[in-house]
């Protein structure tokens, strides 16, 4: 088994690409060790000291390091771990639902721009963000803001800011001019 790993924007954050399937469908984030029960392979990469948060896409992992660790020191244990999880037969999700993320319910007038900005979500942001080895779900509209939590390599990122304000919030505002801001939320 070979393991790529592909830097993200984050410095502290990195990408490993196990060369097969990790999660058939969404994402499990896991922003602590807590709640590592769900993943087998979520708990086995916080056991590399130092790691500080794990985060699972279709066919990546995005492993987030603490701030006094070193890369050099931690991503030979990450990849081992990841290897061992897959050799050991144990499967990434040891129960359903365990990370995907809920999205709000909207019904009602707003329900229509709600369908807009889940679709212009799903086609154009959120593989982009894939690529960078991260997601970002929907939390929310209410009066003109959408509300966004981001995952994995996003979270924390230095230039989040900047991915939301300059190229989410421009592009929803350009195809639902009933948009007028995008803003963060953290869970």
């Given at each position: 088994?070979?393991?790529?790993t592909e830097?993200?924007?984050n410095p502290a954050t990195l990408k490993f690409l196990p060369g097969q399937s990790v999660l058939e469908g969404g994402t499990a984030d896991f922003p602590s060790a807590e709640g590592t029960d769900a993943s087998p392979l979520a708990a086995r990469i916080f056991r590399v000291p130092g790691?500080?948060?794990v985060f699972l896409g279709n066919d990546f992992v995005?492993?987030?390091k603490a701030d006094d660790t070193e890369w050099d020191h931690v991503k030979p244990a990450i990849l081992g771990a990841i290897m061992e999880h897959y050799q050991s037969g144990q499967p990434v999700m040891s129960q359903e639902g365990g990370g995907a993320s809920g999205h709000a319910d909207h019904s009602g007038e707003d329900s229509e721009i709600v369908g807009q900005i889940k679709e212009l979500l799903d086609t154009r942001v959120r593989p982009a963000v894939a690529q960078d080895g991260g997601d970002i779900?929907?939390?929310g509209f209410e009066r003109g803001v959408v509300y966004l939590h981001?995952?994995?390599a996003c979270a924390g990122c230095p230039s989040s800011t900047i991915t939301l304000k300059m190229g989410i919030e421009n592009l929803l505002r350009h195809?639902?001019?009933e948009v007028?801001?995008?803003r963060p939320v953290g869970l």
């Open positions: 088994m070979f393991i790529q830097s993200t924007p790691v500080a948060g995005t492993v987030t779900t929907f939390h981001m995952q994995g195809y639902i001019p007028t801001e995008v």
